[in-house]
Antibody, heavy 120, light 112 residues
């Protein structure tokens, strides 16, 4: 059974850097074809893809946020970390991580999500 | 890269069938058979319902089906049930050169 769980601060100030950790079980990020993605959802709004990291350490970012995002993995700890710099109130959202198989590109399953509020 | 276009809302009565469209471009939906659909109930994480245009994950009801024609993908739910009321999002792979993944704006399904 694959599970994922996001962790990190619930409140950050404008201009600060957000660091979120996705801790997973039930699969290995060293297995060929496997990846972990980050997706966010502002309150009442649609899903927005942020970043993906694959088993071979290939990293992909949303072009609109690429300059602010960094995704890394720690295979030994079964963790993926997403950092987002220069946070703004418009970045207030629930942030999800999800497992993905490259050949299918379906995010399954998702973590429960973590709400991050950006406010001074 | 713009989000995929979905209708804001659709509705249907129990037992009926509904279809949600998802319109992209020749760079995403039209180029790859990597369209997925997600169901999201209020306050919950999204759940994968369809992947690779028309495949159902284990445990997903066969009342849910997917298809694609050109730049438009569709999700059909037959035999509507009250528990199908939720938000639905489509998603497409868009190639590794720019936007790898793009989501639709979401569709609110109301079961009357």
């Amino acid at each position: 059974q694959i599970t994922l769980k996001e962790s990190g601060p619930t409140l950050v100030k404008p201009t600060q850097t957000l660091t979120l950790t996705c801790t997973f079980s039930g699969f290995s990020l060293s297995t060929s074809g496997v990846g972990v993605g980050w997706i966010r959802q502002p309150p009442g709004k649609a899903l927005e893809w942020l970043a993906l990291i694959y088993w071979d350490d290939d990293k992909r970012y949303s072009p609109s946020l690429k300059s602010r995002l960094t995704i890394t993995k720690d295979t030994s700890k079964n963790q993926v970390v997403l950092t987002m710099t220069n946070m703004d109130p418009v970045d207030t959202a629930t942030y999800y991580c999800a497992h993905v198989v490259v050949t299918a590109m379906g995010f399954d399953p998702w973590g429960q999500g973590t709400l991050v509020t950006v406010s001074s | 890269q713009s989000a995929l276009t979905q209708p804001a809302s659709v509705s249907g009565s129990p037992g009926q069938s509904i279809t949600i469209s998802c319109t992209g471009t020749s760079s995403d939906v039209g180029s790859y058979n990597l369209v997925s659909w997600y169901q999201q109930h209020p306050g919950k994480a999204p759940k994968l319902m369809i992947y690779e245009v028309s495949k159902r994950p284990s445990g997903v009801s066969n009342r849910f089906s997917g298809s694609k024609s050109g730049n438009t993908a569709s999700l059909t739910i037959s035999g509507l049930q009250a528990e199908d009321e939720a938000d639905y999002y489509c998603c497409s792979y868009a190639g590794s050169s720019t936007f790898d993944v793009v989501f639709g704006g979401g569709t609110k399904l109301t079961v009357l």
